[in-house]
RNA sequence: GGGGCGGUGGCGAAAUGGCAGACGCAGCGGACUUAAAAUCCGCCGGGGUAACCCCCGUGUGGGUUCGACUCCCACCCGCCCUACCA
């Protein structure tokens, strides 16, 4: 064993111990069923080339917390792996010339080494990598799989395309409010392509139930919100020609206020309808919406445009005769991509009737308003106040019943029916680019789209490919990939060119650690049934809507497979805040304000890096970097370094001392622990903090027994154990404990050693502090308002009086008032 | 427009409805040093006072309460998400 130096040396530290854990196998993490389990799990990062400090932020906590929960008796798992697909190692090639291979595998063996260097205990035997044949191979299984239990689907469908990079764009690579091309910044467009699809949709409901696990309310209604669930009818109109024409509404109660309707530009029945009086008008505008880009149509406050298409539908409740108009404010994607449009009661519909002189009809009566009052100038929305009226039977019902009333009345005409409608869309997966899983598909003139057999997985993607400058997929032009030979009746075939959205990677992963080699299995179920599910999930808040819901989806689908029988993937979650610059703001290469890790470790060793990310802000919170603010951790981590080697020698040791610093450990231990279990890292590092400054006083005065101090030591060791791993394991070795703290378990607390033994009593006057007496622990509520009427300055404000009343907070305050 | 999160010393932040500012950084004064760094001791929200102490103070304005950073209502500011979803 190396010697180590009196100085704290961290790079000497940190160097020894993270290879006598690697050789000794201190992190392995395997199948012990005499122990409860703990899955814990951090998002895994895109090997993007270098580990930042973001990365730091996000790993160094919740492997504290793993590290925690394995000291209170756990047997902890906590792996480790990399998404390893995706645009940004494309784009290098195309720039650079280096293959994405290359690129990816050796910013994965950069990122490892960082990774290393940050002490956690990942289990480096279960990494997966998700780039790596054998991952892809169950990839791409489970896209066969989610075929064969009807949730994948192909259909031609719009997707976001960048006319100057002449490809298709992931949503992920669409940015901004005005919603440009990552790469160019060109604005994307809409392009009609045949697609796969996840079916999402079919989880819905069951998405929005969040009853079995314990999210922050923050993703819940991010998640809520992003599904969009509401409830209406679906009602059919029809034209004078007779055409159905299926509208959903949420406010069936106001029908009798329909005046037109509109269809979505792309909707069907327009070629069929539109007047020849009107053919011109409505081809131009359906060419225009179509060159329009996202932004351009989804712009809420953008003036509201349409044409008439000449043809009328009839009101099924009044037999009105209404115009059938087209506009691009109706969605195709949404409902049936028709409306009824109601201008009284809908803030759009109102704008659209108002610019085009359409009929404004009041269906529900706003309390307080009257005919007098003329004509309506913005729409009355409300769904809970007001009353029916040019309804027909239904004038005097209270818009609070209006819509089950009538809803009920239209099931029972046979005009519509109850409806509920999402705003979730299908998830989809297709992607027109290289880097990616292929999807397992054969396209046979004969067969149509074949699902390749399990025994020919994994589909590899070939090396030998040339990069467009345009960013086009060089497997549509690879001959030896492109052509094959179709599984059901061996004639020629096409392969699929697209690859799969690395979404689908990463929303089984935490399945791929459990057996990251299982060549049989995408995971070992013996391995599942004993780690399964995971328990603590954490990451960054920007996944809510996107991988968060599509895990979630991936395992309600895994159960419909027989794979799994919970319906939860993760159970809790925990985010964290971002680490910004100095400045204030996020960091970035452009502002120069980025901060560097690898610079940091090197100068202050991880130990400090770590226990400054983790006491600088509540976790969940982030905030800037302050180069000068990780000077406190640093000198709490040399302080302790100093005092674990310190040759205690009391002097004039007393009881009094000796119970104040094991009151103080005790309270520590009780405070820290608490702390852990709340993720409220930065006030456990405060509490052992303070603990230190304890120890120093102590170690000043030399009044404490040896005993008495070695028990603080090895406590103050243990809880920043988790902390920082390399340095206290380092001083446990040298205090001549047993290998290895990290195993040890985490310190218990004696709620007798930890009792105060005197309180101060606050004493106010009419809720002013006025006086604070010290009093022995535990006396009773009379005593202490007593003790406080007593008090010189009460006596002397009472004056004779008798107060109004007197409140004895426990333990704690006493408040006259008078 | 809708939704969410937040606003506390010079700075990062703490506070089950009960002493606001724990802990840390910076700063100031002192010790050590030829000197500096490091380290150690002390002070450290604002105002008043010789002092004991007093007054004010958690974005703003109200409210509930014996008592409000904390709960309720309205508003201002910042950040994030979402956005014509019928």
């Known amino acids: 064993m190396l010697i180590m130096s009196d100085v704290y040396n961290p790079q000497e530290v940190e160097a020894k111990w993270q290879t006598k854990w690697q050789e000794s196998g201190l992190y392995r993490q395997t199948v012990d069923k005499s122990k409860p389990k703990h899955y814990a799990l951090t998002m895994l990062p895109y090997p993007s080339g270098d580990l930042h400090i973001g990365h730091w932020y996000a790993m160094t906590p919740?492997?504290?917390?793993?590290?925690?929960?394995?000291?209170?008796?756990?047997?902890?798992?906590?792996p480790m792996g990399f998404d390893a697909f995706g645009l940004p190692a494309e784009?290098?090639?195309?720039?650079?010339?280096i293959h994405p291979k290359k690129w990816t595998f050796a910013n994965i063996e950069r990122m490892r080494g960082q990774l290393r260097s940050m002490g956690a205990m990942f289990d480096w035997e279960?990494?997966?990598?998700?780039?790596?044949?054998?991952?892809?191979?169950?990839?791409?299984?489970?896209?066969?799989?989610?075929?064969?239990?009807?949730?994948?689907?192909?259909?031609?469908?719009?997707?976001?395309?960048?006319?100057?990079?002449?490809?298709?764009?992931?949503?992920?690579?669409?940015w901004g409010d005005d919603r440009h091309c990552e790469r160019c910044g060109t604005p994307v467009i809409k392009k009609d392509l045949e697609q796969w699809f996840f079916k999402t949709t079919d989880y819905a409901e069951e998405l929005l139930d969040f009853s079995t696990i314990d999210w922050p309310e923050r993703v819940k209604v991010m998640q809520t919100n992003w599904i969009g669930r509401s409830t209406g009818a679906n009602v059919t109109f029809h034209t004078e020609q007779g055409d159905p024409i299926e509208i959903f509404t949420t406010r069936p109660d106001t029908l009798w206020g329909a005046t037109f309707m509109v269809l979505a530009p792309e909707h069907p029945l327009v070629d069929k309808i539109t007047a020849v009086a009107q053919a011109d008008a409505v081809l131009t505008y359906r060419e225009a919406a179509k060159r329009l880009t996202d932004i351009d149509r989804e712009t809420a406050d953008r003036e509201k445009t349409?044409?008439?298409?000449?043809?009328?539908?009839?009101?099924?409740?009044?037999?009105?005769?209404?115009?059938?108009w087209i506009a691009d404010y109706v969605l195709m994607t949404y409902g049936s991509g028709a409306i009824m449009a109601v201008p009284a009661h809908d803030e759009r519909d109102f704008a659209f009737a108002t610019k085009f002189g359409l009929e404004i009809v009041e269906v529900i009566r706003q309390p307080g308003r009257s005919d007098e009052d003329g004509p309506l100038t913005e729409a009355f929305v409300s769904k809970t106040e007001g009353t029916m009226i040019n309804s027909g039977a239904f004038d005097g019902t209270p818009a609070s019943e209006g819509v089950a009333t009538?809803?009920?009345?239209?099931?029972?005409?046979?005009?519509?029916?109850?409806?509920?409608?999402?705003?979730?869309r299908d998830w989809l997966i297709s992607r027109q680019r290289y880097w990616g899983a292929p999807i397992p598909i054969v396209y046979c003139p004969e067969h149509g789209a074949v699902p390749v057999p399990d025994d020919q997985l994994p589909i590899m993607l070939p090396d030998d490919v040339e990069f467009m400058p345009t960013g086009e997929s060089p497997l549509r032009f690879h001959e030896g990939f492109l052509h094959t030979t179709c599984p059901e009746c061996g004639k020629p075939a096409l392969r699929e060119t697209d690859t799969m959205d690395t979404f689908m990677c990463s929303s089984w992963?935490?399945?791929?650690?459990?057996?990251?080699?299982?060549?049989?299995?995408?995971?070992?179920?013996?391995?599942?049934?004993?780690?399964?599910?995971?328990?603590?999930?954490?990451?960054?808040?920007?996944?809510?809507?996107?991988?968060?819901?599509?895990?979630r989806f991936f395992t309600m689908a895994m159960r419909k497979m027989g794979l799994v029988d919970h319906s939860e993937p993760m159970l809790a979650l925990y985010n964290q805040g971002m680490v910004l610059g100095e400045d204030g703001e996020k960091m970035s290469k452009s502002r120069?304000?980025?901060?560097?890790?690898?610079?940091?470790?090197?100068?202050?060793?991880?130990?400090?890096?770590?226990?400054?990310l983790m006491f600088f802000a509540k976790w969940d919170q982030g905030g800037p970097w302050n180069y000068d603010g990780i000077k406190g951790p640093q000198r709490l981590v040399q302080d302790v370094w100093e005092m674990a080697q310190l040759a205690y020698m009391p002097k004039q040791v007393t009881d009094e001392a000796n119970r104040a610093l094991r009151r103080k450990t005790h309270q520590t231990i009780r405070k820290v622990t608490a702390d852990f279990e709340n993720f409220s890292f930065n006030t456990a590092i405060a509490a052992i903090m303070e603990l230190r400054n304890a120890m120093q006083a102590a170690r000043r005065s030399s009044d404490v027994a040896a005993d008495v101090w070695a028990e603080a030591v090895d406590s103050l060791l243990l809880l920043l154990a988790p902390v920082a791993p390399h340095v206290t394991e380092e001083l446990w070795a040298q205090r001549g404990h047993g290998y290895s703290v990290h195993q040890h378990s985490w310190p218990m607390w004696d709620e007798e050693v930890a009792k105060e033994e005197s309180i101060t009593l606050v004493v106010q006057i009419n809720g002013k502090v006025r006086d604070r007496i010290d009093v022995p622990a535990g006396m009773s509520d009379e005593e202490l308002k007593a003790l406080a009427l007593a008090s010189e300055r009460v006596v002397e404000w009472l004056n004779g009086r008798s107060p109004h009343k007197v409140i004895v907070v426990k333990g704690r305050l006493v408040n006259i008032v008078g």
């Open 406 to 424: 009538v809803t009920a009345w239209l099931e029972a005409q046979g005009m519509g029916e109850k409806a509920v409608n999402y705003r979730l």
């Open 126 to 174: 279960r990494e997966a990598v998700s780039a790596d044949p054998s991952y892809y191979k169950w990839t791409q299984w489970f896209f066969k799989k989610l075929l064969e239990y009807d949730l994948a689907y192909r259909k031609l469908s719009a997707v976001d395309f960048c006319p100057n990079c002449n490809t298709t764009l992931a949503r992920e690579q669409v």
């Open 509 to 551: 992963y935490q399945y791929r650690y459990l057996s990251p080699h299982d060549d049989e299995h995408p995971f070992d179920p013996e391995e599942g049934a004993y780690w399964l599910p995971v328990d603590q999930y954490t990451g960054g808040i920007e996944h809510a809507t996107m991988h968060l819901i599509y895990t």
């Open 62 to 78: 919740s492997d504290a917390r793993a590290r925690f929960m394995r000291m209170k008796g756990y047997n902890v798992l906590f």
């Open 592 to 612: 120069g304000n980025v901060v560097a890790p690898d610079t940091l470790v090197a100068q202050y060793g991880a130990d400090t890096v770590r226990t400054y």
């Open 91 to 97: 784009n290098a090639a195309i720039k650079r010339n």
């Open 306 to 324: 349409g044409v008439f298409t000449g043809a009328y539908a009839i009101n099924p409740v009044n037999n009105a005769r209404i115009p059938i």
